[in-house]
């Protein structure tokens, strides 16, 4: 079964500081990979996917996620964050022969001043 | 921007009772996904709708939950009795095509006491 390992559950960095969130999943076919942000009391917004092609993908609000299929990953980067990035940040594995959404544990990022 | 509506946004049980969630997919969005989420966790899929019909319930409690989605539109999820343990957010999304991913409701707060 695929699975979505998010290494850190809280990374906490300065603001105008890079940052980047790790996520490992396991799959042994093709795979589409998400990333989501969720605020407090408030639904899943995505942030980026990667389907195929370019493995560097880039997303909304200034992120970018770079796929490694030799070591399973998909780790999600900022290279200068924001007060307002402090969020709940989930990875997201779909299978290529499923609607289903597998999503990791979670990484609150906390931005501080 | 289209959206999914979800309602309530919070509710308050007593366990026991019973109590239902509503959910309106973005228009044409035939793929329908019911999803919770524990406090600190990521969502897991309850129920998966593909038009009216259910497509995966492996992870529906089928003793106390149900769900409906008569005519391939909005859906309805119930718990009947609710229990403690019940208490998490219950997030509605949509999708057109799997390769997009989806798009999340804002979700209802549920706290059984």
């Known amino acids: 079964a695929q699975s979505v390992t998010q290494l850190d559950s809280q990374v906490p960095v300065f603001e105008e500081a890079p940052v980047e969130l790790r996520c490992n999943y396991s799959?042994?076919?093709?795979?589409?990979l998400f990333w989501y942000v969720q605020y407090p009391n408030q639904g899943l917004q995505l942030l980026l996917k990667?389907?195929?092609?370019?493995?560097l993908v880039k997303g909304i609000n200034g992120f970018e996620a770079e796929f490694n299929k030799s070591q399973t990953s998909f780790h999600l980067r900022k290279p200068s964050v924001h007060i307002s990035d402090t969020a709940e940040y989930f990875c997201?594995?779909?299978?290529?022969?499923?609607?289903?959404?597998?999503f990791g544990s979670g990484t609150r990022l906390l931005v501080r001043p | 921007e289209a959206e999914v509506a979800q309602s309530p946004r919070y509710k308050i049980t007593e366990k026991s009772q019973a109590v239902a969630f509503w959910c309106d997919p973005i228009?044409?969005?035939?793929?329908l996904y019911w999803y919770r989420q524990i406090l600190g966790q990521g969502p897991e899929l309850l129920v998966q709708?593909?038009?009216?019909?259910?497509?995966?319930d492996s992870q529906l409690p089928k003793d106390r939950f149900s769900a409906e989605r008569l005519k391939g539109v909005d859906s309805t999820l119930k718990i009947q009795p609710a229990e403690l343990g019940d208490s998490a957010m219950y997030l509605c999304?949509?999708?057109?095509?799997?390769?997009?991913?989806?798009?999340f409701g804002s979700g209802t707060r549920l706290t059984v006491v």
């Open positions: 999304a949509s999708s057109e095509d799997r390769a997009y991913g989806y798009t």
């Open positions: 799959s042994s076919v093709s795979v589409y």
């Open positions: 990667y389907l195929s092609g370019s493995t």
């Open positions: 997201a594995v779909r299978g290529d022969s499923s609607y289903k959404l597998i």
């Open positions: 228009s044409g969005h035939a793929t």
């Open positions: 709708f593909q038009d009216e019909s259910v497509v995966d």
